[in-house]
């Protein structure tokens, strides 16, 4: 790359220049693009309910279960149905918006709380650094899963705010520890001394400088966080402790085909490939997102 192509671009427009050739990232983008679809609208792809309601559920007509447990490929039912005559891709569908939303709120609420402590720890120094820091070592000694399993537990029947707050508990000490660091790193630098002379208060030096120059990390931790997020809300469904009946989500989905892996293996193979390539997409576009970020990347 010459110097004057580069003349007038920021940081920011140079590395989504290098995602854009990053065939790899684009890949993830476009999975994660087609999840985001499914997610957001899914009546364009499915014609019937997310519980499988009108003919497609066990209703009185049918006379025994072989009547409504079809497999995949009959008219109607591309992935089959499941136990009680549900469409299968129909949930599929509908179960994207629910994992979507709990890795994207997850997600949120983790980089939220990591945002404040981090920067706080960072720019304030002292005491504010080691109270926050010692903190932040606290929740790393405890295995993420147990710790949401233990504050899962306190609650019978957990709804998607519980999840919610579940994951963002978790979540955040990864969060705090990178803006940590990037706010350290910075506050240093002239652009923070020049706001200073300028009279500006810290409130506004860390907001209007120092944490605009932290994105670049965080949202690429949070591109993989939300992959791990929705790998969470599978694995403590599959445990009895997520998202409870008859939410069709991905984790719920495996857990409804555990009877039945003999007879029908659909029921927990397609919504298992659903995770699979959600989570790589995401993991895809987040190893993008940090080889653009970083600054020893050359064009």
């Known amino acids: 790359m ?19 050739k990053n065939l790899l990232a684009m890949l993830g983008a476009a999975v994660v693009l087609i ?20 003919p497609y559920t066990a209703a009185e007509q049918f006379r025994s279960a072989e009547t409504w447990q079809k497999p995949p490929g009959i008219p109607g039912h591309p992935l089959g149905t499941d136990e009680l005559g549900r469409d299968v891709w129909t949930r599929i569908v509908y179960g994207a918006g629910i994992s979507l939303r709990v890795g994207l709120v997850g997600t949120a609420v983790a980089v939220l709380i990591g945002l404040i402590l981090g920067s706080l720890a960072g720019f304030r120094g002292g005491r504010v650094d080691m109270l926050i820091s010692r903190l932040t070592d606290t929740f790393f000694a405890f295995p993420s899963l147990l710790l949401m399993i233990g504050i899962l ?30 706010v350290i790193s910075l506050r240093g630098s002239e652009f ?10 810290d409130t506004k030096i860390l907001l209007g400088h120092l944490l605009p120059n932290c994105m670049g990390p965080v949202v690429v931790v949070s591109t993989l966080m939300i992959a791990g997020n929705i790998l969470a809300e599978a694995g403590l469904s ?19 085909s555990k009877e039945y892996w003999v007879d029908m293996p659909w029921m927990g193979i397609f919504p298992g490939v659903a995770i699979m390539f959600t989570v790589l997409g995401f993991n895809l576009l987040g190893d993008g997102l940090r080889d653009a970020f970083d ?5």
């Open 35 to 54: 999840v985001v679809v499914l997610a957001f609208f899914p009546s364009w792809v499915v014609p019937h309910h997310a519980d499988g309601s009108g």
């Open 192 to 201: 923070v001394l020049g706001a200073r002379a300028l009279g500006q208060t």
């Open 238 to 256: 599959f445990l009895g402790i997520g998202l409870p009946p008859p939410n069709p989500s991905w984790g719920r989905m495996l857990v409804d």
């Open 295 to 299: 600054p020893k990347m050359k064009d």
């Open 2 to 20: 010459t110097a004057a192509s580069t003349i007038g671009k920021s940081p920011t427009q140079m590395a989504f220049k290098r995602l854009r």
């Open 153 to 182: 537990a306190v609650f019978e029947k957990p709804n998607e705010m519980v999840i919610f707050a579940a994951l963002g508990l978790v979540g955040w000490p990864g969060v705090a520890r990178i803006v940590r660091g990037q």
